[in-house]
C-alpha cells in the first residue's frame, strides 16, 4: 500500500509563479504611501497573508493607520494584482507541471490546493489547472495564515484524509513549517529544500513522481 493517498500543493512558487504580479500590487500601494518597497522586502511576503504582508510593508511607515485604512489598501492591492492576473493562461505553466499531475492523476491519488491566496480558485481557472484538483483551501475563511497549519488541515479533512496519508509540496519557509506543525511530510522545492525537517528536496517539479 503506498505511503500517501493524497497531495497538497500551494500554488504560488510551485504551480504557477505570480510573484511578479505581486511585487508590482503592492509597489503601487508602496509608491503611493512613499515607502521604500523592493525585491527583497517583497520576498518576506511569501507565504503570508494580505494583511500580514501590509503590515510588513508598513513597518518604516511612521503614519498611524486605522483597521479600515489598512483594509482598504489591502483590497486596493488585490484589484492591482487581480487586473495582472486578467493576462495569465495555461501557457503561464510549466509543460512539467501539467505533465506530473496528469501521472499523479493516472496514479490515483486524491489532490488538493493549500493556499493563503484568496485567489487562488481565479488562478486555477485562468491557467486551466483547476481540472486536477479534488479540493481548494484557500484564504477565504482562513482564520490563520502559514506558518499555522490551518490550510493544509482544512485541505486533508476536505480529501477525508489524515496529515499522515498527504504530502504537502510548498517553496516558502512557512509553508514547510506549516506542514511541520500539522504533522505533515513535506516536499520542498526552491527555498523550501532549505527548512530544516522538510522530508524531501526536489531540484525539479517532476522528481516528485520519484517520492511518491
Known amino acids: 500500500m503506498k505511503k500517501y493517498m493524497g497531495i497538497i500543493f500551494d500554488l504560488d512558487g510551485v504551480l504557477c509563479i505570480t510573484d511578479r504580479y505581486h511585487y508590482q500590487a503592492w509597489k503601487r500601494i508602496a509608491d503611493t504611501l512613499k515607502i521604500e518597497f523592493n525585491e527583497a522586502k517583497n520576498h518576506r511576503l511569501r ?47 510549466e509543460d512539467a507541471v501539467f505533465a506530473t499531475l496528469d501521472e499523479l492523476r493516472v496514479r490515483r491519488y486524491l489532490l488538493a490546493i493549500g493556499s493563503s491566496s484568496k485567489n487562488a480558485g481565479f488562478i486555477l481557472e485562468k491557467t486551466g489547472l483547476i481540472k486536477y484538483f479534488d479540493a481548494i483551501s484557500d484564504g477565504n475563511g482562513l482564520n490563520k495564515s502559514k506558518p499555522d ?7 486533508a479533512d476536505d480529501l477525508r484524509l489524515a496529515p499522515e496519508k ?5 517553496d516558502a519557509a512557512a509553508g514547510i513549517m506549516a506542514a ?31 517520492v511518491v
Open 47 to 93: 507565504g503570508v497573508s494580505r494583511m500580514e504582508s501590509l503590515d510588513i510593508i508598513l513597518e518604516n511607515y511612521d503614519k498611524p493607520l486605522s483597521v479600515e485604512e489598512k483594509i482598504a489598501l489591502a483590497e486596493e492591492k488585490n484589484r492591482y494584482y487581480r487586473e495582472f492576473l486578467e493576462t495569465m493562461s495555461e501557457s503561464d505553466i
Open 180 to 210: 511541520l506543525a500539522g504533522g505533515f511530510d513535506s516536499a520542498g522545492i526552491g527555498d523550501g529544500t532549505a527548512v530544516p525537517g522538510v522530508t524531501y528536496r526536489l531540484e525539479r517539479f517532476e522528481e516528485l513522481l520519484e
Open 166 to 170: 498527504c504530502l504537502v509540496v510548498e
Open 149 to 155: 497549519p490551518e490550510v493544509f488541515l482544512r485541505a
